[in-house]
């Protein structure tokens, strides 16, 4: 693939695009999301470029793109955290706070807090568990990440458990 021009800037792509979540996940078309689009608009044409090439790398992209990033959600409230691959790697590994197991567990503890018992409300749940997965498989290009997998695995063993009928000893 070729560099491609904006306004003199010549971009050095680097790997596939990422994936266009489906239709019905895309933010409508609102003032705030035609705002954002404008705000990575002129972020975009305000990158610097180095004037003996002309081109602008990939570390620069990512730097920027990071600091729009971060000004978007302290706007929004929300804490923005930069870390390393290695740190990242450790909160997903086993025992970290996004672990399979970790977050299997807080999904798992989220349907308790709405299950009753009632096999109606049970299928419910379940169904609305493997809705968010194909949901989210969909907007992520059918094919996520190998921890999301097992992630639901352990989901789906733990629904087993928390939703199996309960037989009445009483009776």
């Known amino acids: 693939m070729q560099p491609g021009p904006i306004g ?10 990422p994936p266009r979540p489906p239709e019905r996940l895309r933010p409508a078309e609102s003032t705030e ?4 689009t404008s705000e990575m608009r002129i972020l975009i044409s305000q990158v610097s470029v180095d004037s003996s090439a002309g081109l602008i790398t990939a570390e620069e992209i990512r ?3 990071s600091e729009h ?5 302290e706007r929004a409230g929300i804490a923005f955290e930069e870390m390393s691959a290695e740190e990242a790697a450790a909160r997903v590994a086993p025992g970290g706070y ?5 977050t299997a567990q807080r999904i798992l503890d989220f349907v308790a807090a709405y299950a009753n018992g009632e096999p ?3 299928q419910l749940l379940r169904e609305a568990v493997e809705t ?3 949901e989210a498989e969909e907007a992520f290009g059918g094919d996520l990440p190998e921890i999301s997998y097992r992630t639901i695995d352990l989901v789906r063993d733990g629904l087993d458990r928390l939703l199996a009928p309960r037989v ?3 009776v």
């Open 8 to 17: 003199s800037t010549r971009l050095i792509p680097e790997g596939p695009a």
């Open 33 to 36: 999301a035609t705002s954002r």
């Open 63 to 65: 730097t920027r793109i």
């Open 69 to 73: 990033v971060r000004q978007v959600f």
């Open 98 to 102: 996004w672990s399979a197991e970790s």
């Open 120 to 122: 109606e409300r049970a």
């Open 132 to 134: 968010g997965f194909a």
């Open 168 to 170: 009445d000893a009483s």
